[in-house]
């Protein structure tokens, strides 16, 4: 049977999404407290976190499409093979989707693709959030903790938005910089813009953390 396979790689995926996380941060935080860097530098670093990133969203998508197919596997949901196939399918084109919206980015086609993610994460999230409170599937055999664990899952989706815009200011202030060079003041904004950003991740990883415990215990 395939469902405990896809059941491992759906853990380790977890480990691989906690994991870029991590280094992630620390990277961000290394260019953002590297002001005695040349700016050069320290603008090579962030585009290296920007790619690094993608590792993030990739991890998004793989548990999506892993969820649901498991999800239906197990019987949790209906559809069975089909829908476990068609969830496979689906996190296929996903991830080339997320792909094009990075290597496009920059490109005027890339602003274009980047709204229809953004408004996707948020259709995906109030999907969530009404299966698990049963505005969805009321009457799947879905566990009470499987609906606690798309609960969650909305959540770290939710904290990733949060991130988004506290890294506004970062991405502003980092083109003036780019442009005028950096000063004590770009520097600072640049600093209390981490650990902004940082604070919301912090709840991110505390809904990780959560997910994986309920994935274990299993309460009714």
């Not at 476990?84 to 991830?95: D, K, P, Q, S």
């Amino acid at each position: 049977m395939i469902a405990p396979w896809l059941l491992a790689i759906h853990v380790a995926v977890l480990g691989y999404w906690l994991g870029s996380e991590f280094v992630i941060n620390s990277t961000y935080r290394y260019v953002s407290y590297g002001d005695k860097m040349p700016f050069d530098e320290r603008s090579r670093l962030m585009e290296h976190v920007m790619h690094v990133d993608q590792h993030v969203r990739y991890a998004l998508v793989l548990q999506a499409s892993l969820g649901l197919a498991i999800a239906a596997l197990y019987g949790y949901i209906p559809g069975g093979d089909t829908l476990a196939i068609g969830a496979g399918i689906f996190g296929a084109i996903w991830l080339g989707f997320v792909e094009a919206v990075h290597r496009l980015r920059h490109g005027p086609v890339g602003k274009i693709l980047g709204a229809i993610d953004r408004q996707s994460r948020y259709l995906f999230m109030a999907l969530l959030l009404a299966a698990a409170i049963g505005l969805i599937g009321a009457e799947w055999p879905m566990p009470t903790w499987l609906r606690w664990k798309l609960a969650l899952f909305a959540g770290v989706m939710m904290s990733g938005v949060g991130i988004r815009f506290a890294l506004i200011a970062h991405f502003r202030t980092w083109a003036i910089m780019g442009r005028d060079g950096p000063t004590d003041a770009t520097n600072a904004i640049i600093k209390r813009t981490y650990v902004r950003a940082t604070s919301v991740l912090v709840l991110l990883w505390v809904f990780i953390a959560a997910i994986a415990i309920l994935s274990v215990w299993k309460p009714v």
